[in-house]
T-cell receptor
Framework: AQSVTQLDSQVPVFEEAPVELRCNYSSSVSVYLFWYVQYPNQGLQLLLK??????LVKGINGFEAEFNKSQTSFHLRKPSVHISDTAEYFC????????????FGSGTRLSIRP | NAGVTQTPKFRILKIGQSMTLQCTQD?????MYWYRQDPGMGLKLIYYSVGAGITDKGEVPNGYNVSRSTTEDFPLRLELAAPSQTSVYFC???????????FGPGTRLTVT
């Protein structure tokens, strides 16, 4: 079985400051890893995904994430945030073998202060 | 392309009533999914489909049914609504099982 832990339920950050949203997972099998963003009253949108290869993954809107297999982490980072980044961010994992077993974390609410 | 559309946007049901949440995609995607999102929680997969005529259970299928008679449509049926089914329901689709999932805007359902 897989599980996902997003360590911070809320992260307040000043505009133009860097941010890191943390995600740890556990799994007995190899997994794909995803970060999704949810803007208020909208569905989720894919930010980036790790399937294989380079452990540093770049996504949309200037976000990137690094897969660390030894620490079973997939933290999301952005060097300088904007007001428009205010949203909820979800980490998700899925085993190679089954689309039905995707597991989402409980989310991190990113709030940007001017 | 409209992407993934869901109807209705909001619905209030009484306990024991039934309803169907509609989901349609116009991207010719093979895979479609239904999720529920409870307050302060991540999404949980209810059912998914890998193509017309093929459906399978996700993590939380109890109390729900689905069908996939066409590539475009993937309705979710609640037969006997219960307060525990109060949630926001999202439909999504993807071209294949590791492709990006495209989400609809959601249906907010309250059962009282």
């Amino acid at each position: 079985a897989q599980s996902v832990t997003q360590l911070d339920s809320q992260v307040p950050v000043f505009e133009e400051a860097p941010v890191e949203l943390r995600c740890n997972y556990s799994s007995s099998v190899s997994v794909y890893l995803f970060w999704y963003v949810q803007y208020p009253n909208q569905g989720l949108q894919l930010l980036l995904k790790y399937l294989s290869g380079s452990t540093l993954v770049k996504g949309i809107n200037g976000f990137e994430a690094e897969f660390n297999k030894s620490q079973t982490s997939f933290h999301l980072r952005k060097p300088s945030v904007h007001i428009s980044d205010t949203a909820e961010y979800f980490c998700a994992v899925r085993p190679y073998s089954s689309a039905s077993k995707i597991i989402f974390g409980s989310g991190t609410r990113l709030s940007i202060r001017p | 392309n409209a992407g993934v559309t869901q109807t209705p946007k909001f619905r209030i049901l009484k306990i024991g009533q039934s309803m169907t949440l509609q989901c349609t995609q116009d991207m010719n995607h093979n895979y479609m999914y239904w999720y529920r999102q409870d307050p302060g929680m991540g999404l949980k997969l209810i059912y998914y489909s890998v193509g017309a005529g093929i459906t399978d259970k996700g993590e939380v299928p109890n109390g729900y049914n689905v069908s996939r008679s066409t590539t475009e449509d993937f309705p979710l049926r609640l037969e006997l609504a219960a307060p525990s089914q109060t949630s926001v329901y999202f439909c999504a689709s993807s071209y294949d099982d590791i492709g990006e999932q495209y989400f609809g805007p959601g249906t907010r359902l309250t059962v009282t």
